[in-house]
């Protein structure tokens, strides 16, 4: 069975530090992986996603960036936060093809003050 | 352009109680359709999905919905709520021409009243 992983499980952060959120899928190889934003009471807006080691397509411009070192790992930072950037964070991963269905990590909630 | 349309923000229901939470969709080709469930401060679920065939589609626990090319639809049924049913359902359009990108409706939040 594939599980996902996400770290930390939260982070109060003050305005202008870096940032470092992780993901990291077990059970599937090669799959496709993204990453998503979450307002307190709002919807997703998807950021990022990666179909292979090493590539990354940006969705949304919100001063973040991401990566893929592994096959099985996606990371989500920043130099400098803004406030703008509290929420909640999650990772997904789906087939490769697009398309299909998408499954969640349970998320980073991260609190810019 | 693709969009997902949830009319409801809340829904409160009384628990035993049928249930229908609506969504309506915005896609000139094929849509894929997806319902997810997010429970307070947790990711989300993946209740049920509709790609093609019957229109109707069973889900997890006992949730179905019905997918309407004519009305542009695709809404959320329950027969019997439970209490565990409280929290905030989305509805989900992907495009069946190989984009990764997910559509989210803006959520309703359920609360199933004891």
């Known amino acids: 069975a594939q599980t996902i992983h996400q770290w930390p499980v939260a982070e109060i952060k003050a305005v202008g530090s870096p940032l470092s959120l992780g993901c990291t899928i077990k059970g599937k190889s090669s799959p496709n992986l993204y990453w998503y934003w979450q307002a307190t009471g709002g919807t997703l807006q998807q950021l990022f996603y990666s179909i292979t080691v090493g590539q990354v397509e940006s969705v949304v411009q919100l001063n973040l960036s991401a990566s893929r070192p592994k096959d099985d790992q996606f990371i989500l930072s920043t130099e400098k936060l803004l406030l703008s950037h509290s929420g909640f964070y999650l990772c997904a991963w789906s087939l490769v093809g697009g398309s299909y269905e998408q499954y969640f990590g349970p998320g980073t909630r991260l609190t810019v003050l | 352009a693709q969009s997902v349309t949830q009319p409801d923000a809340r829904v409160t229901v009384s628990e035993g109680a049928s249930l229908q939470l609506r969504c309506k969709y915005s896609?000139?080709?094929?849509?894929?359709l997806f319902w997810y469930v997010q429970y307070p401060r947790q990711g989300l679920q993946l209740l049920l999905k509709y790609y093609s065939g019957d229109p109707v589609v069973q889900g997890v626990n006992g949730f179905e919905a019905e997918f309407s090319k004519s009305n542009s639809s695709f809404h959320l049924r329950k027969a019997s709520v439970h209490w565990s049913d409280s929290a905030v359902y989305f509805c989900v359009l992907s495009a069946s021409s190989g984009s990764w990108q997910l559509i989210f409706g803006s959520g309703t939040q359920l609360t199933v009243m004891p």
């Open positions: 896609y000139s080709g094929t849509p894929y």
